[in-house]
Nanobody, 121 residues
Framework: QVQLVESGGGLVQSGGSLRLSCAAS????????MGWYRQAPGKQRELVAS???????NYADFVKGRFTISRDNAKNTVILQMTSLKPEDTAVYYC???????????????WGQGTQVTVSS
């Protein structure tokens, strides 16, 4: 009943930029935190960045100064602008939303299907 749909991944050269977008849809009552995680082959999924409904952001140390997360509450979307990309940023990037859905209005975590980001050296 709730879907997160990501777009914007792809292949880019080292030093390049990509923009990831994620839209939440369905029977949504409210959205708390939205964020992006990533998982590289053989590694655990890790937080990249998150943003609260009030606009407070949190970044992993390895992306500070390079990635920017933003959000449009009216459209239930979250954007991750990635610059100065490095080969080690290669991973599948997942959108996450902690939200309350109808009819129970209980908080749960939802995930997108993932989008591949590949940075070539």
């Amino acid at each position: 009943q709730v879907q997160l749909v990501e777009s914007g991944g792809g292949l880019v050269q080292s030093g390049g930029s990509l923009r990831l977008s994620c839209a939440a849809s369905g029977r949504i009552f409210s959205i708390n935190t939205m964020g992006w995680y990533r998982q590289a082959p053989g590694k655990q999924r890790e937080l990249v960045a998150s943003i609260t409904s009030g606009g407070t952001t949190n970044y992993a140390d390895f992306v500070k100064g390079r990635f920017t997360i933003s959000r449009d509450n009216a459209k239930n979307t979250v954007i991750l602008q990635m610059t100065s990309l490095k080969p080690e940023d290669t991973a599948v990037y997942y959108c996450n939303a902690n939200l309350k859905s109808l009819p129970l209005i209980q908080s749960s975590d939802y995930w997108g299907q993932g989008t591949q980001v590949t940075v070539s050296s």
